[in-house]
């Protein structure tokens, strides 16, 4: 897979700074003027993209009351059918073209996740720049297949994936020519316990699937965003709203503009940070230097004295010789007078006898 990956005017690798996504879903409660005003917030708190999902509930799943289309797995969403759920969290196609020139003109890029071979032919008309698939469909290898054929580059959510359905989706990838894949690390709670998240995983899916890896982040606070961009994650995904206490299907464990700002701000820092491999000592860790340690003499002493433990001390600061030689000093004379802190020479020191 390849590890230099271009969306839109925003280059993804290993050197360039963590591309950052704020996820809408369904955090504009079906009103077009708090998903402009979400749009607007994730421009401020300073995201390189915003992010929708595309589908209908009758795209997603059936209108049916069956046992298996209830949604009974202890979340946040419990007691209601995937339909009635849906039904209340999409985001009606009409808005989506016009959301699109609203983030472009705000400097943001503006994609999707596709849930559906009709979504996909929606969403490239709109000319998004790259797709998301969803956890819950990385196992759709029609979709999959369909997408990857189009040669975008593709973002894999893998929460609720086993090993296995990554192998097949970057294989179908593959076969369709499409090396521009990333992969996020994604925990499928909401919100997720910070013990169930397993970070370590990021440099590990990385080494594995030889791509670009980043997060996707359903827990709470910037921590662990900043925990994942500290181990090689290239993209983060929050999900974005105006309040919790509006309410709405993903309020609860989405960020308000405030804390996605100090998320954004905080992985900035840690860019720096992070730097590269290097032991060599800046300018100012130079000059800091000279507060090392060093062998001074440590009282005052005359001609033919005898270095001790109480006249030759290592101390700050570096003036003086290497403390390497302190031991080799010891017992030897000194050859001329000196005072307390006069930083040692070997001139100061009489030679051994042959």
């Known amino acids: 897979m390849n590890k230099r990956i271009r969306i839109g005017d925003r280059l993804i690798d290993e050197n360039a700074p963590t591309f950052i996504v704020a996820e809408m879903s369904a955090n504009h409660r079906m009103n077009f003027d708090v998903a402009v005003d979400i749009i607007k917030a994730a421009r401020e708190a300073g995201a390189d993209a915003v992010k929708i999902q595309t589908y209908t509930a009758d795209t997603i799943t059936l209108d049916c009351d069956d046992p298996c289309f209830q949604i009974t797995q202890g979340t946040l969403w419990d007691g209601t059918t995937l339909h009635k759920l849906y039904e209340e969290a999409y985001t009606p196609w009409e808005w989506q073209p016009k959301l699109k020139k609203i983030a472009e003109e705000m400097g943001l890029l503006f994609f999707s996740t596709p849930f559906d071979l009709s979504s996909v032919d929606f969403l490239e008309e709109l000319q998004v720049p790259v797709y998301k698939i969803a956890s819950f469909e990385i196992n759709d290898i029609p979709m999959i297949r369909k997408i990857a054929r189009l040669g975008k580059p593709m973002i894999f959510a893998t929460g609720v994936a086993r090993l296995a359905d990554i192998e097949l989706a970057l294989a179908t990838c593959r076969e369709e020519g499409n090396e521009d894949v990333i992969l996020l690390k994604c925990c499928s709670a909401y919100p997720t316990p910070y013990e169930d998240i397993n970070l370590r995983t990021i440099p590990s899916m990385g080494e594995t699937f030889g791509c670009l890896t980043g997060l996707s982040d359903h ?24 309040r919790r206490a509006d309410g709405g299907a993903d309020a609860a464990f989405s960020m308000e503009p405030q804390e996605f700002r100090e998320m954004v701000e905080q992985i900035r820092v840690i860019e720096k940070a992070l730097g590269k491999v290097t032991y060599d000592l800046t300018p100012k860790q130079e000059r800091e230097r000279e507060h090392s340690r060093s062998l001074f003499v440590a009282r005052d002493m005359k001609a033919g004295e005898v270095f001790t433990p109480e006249n030759l001390r290592s101390i700050r ?30 001139d100061l020191v009489e030679p051994k006898d042959e």
């Open 219 to 242: 827990s709470m606070g910037t921590a662990v965003a900043g925990a994942a961009v500290a181990l090689g994650a290239r993209v983060v995904e929050k999900h974005l709203t105006l």
């Open 317 to 346: 600061p570096a003036n003086g010789l290497h403390t390497k030689y302190y031991e080799e000093i010891l017992g030897r004379r000194i050859t001329r007078d000196a005072k307390l802190g006069t930083p040692m020479r070997w």
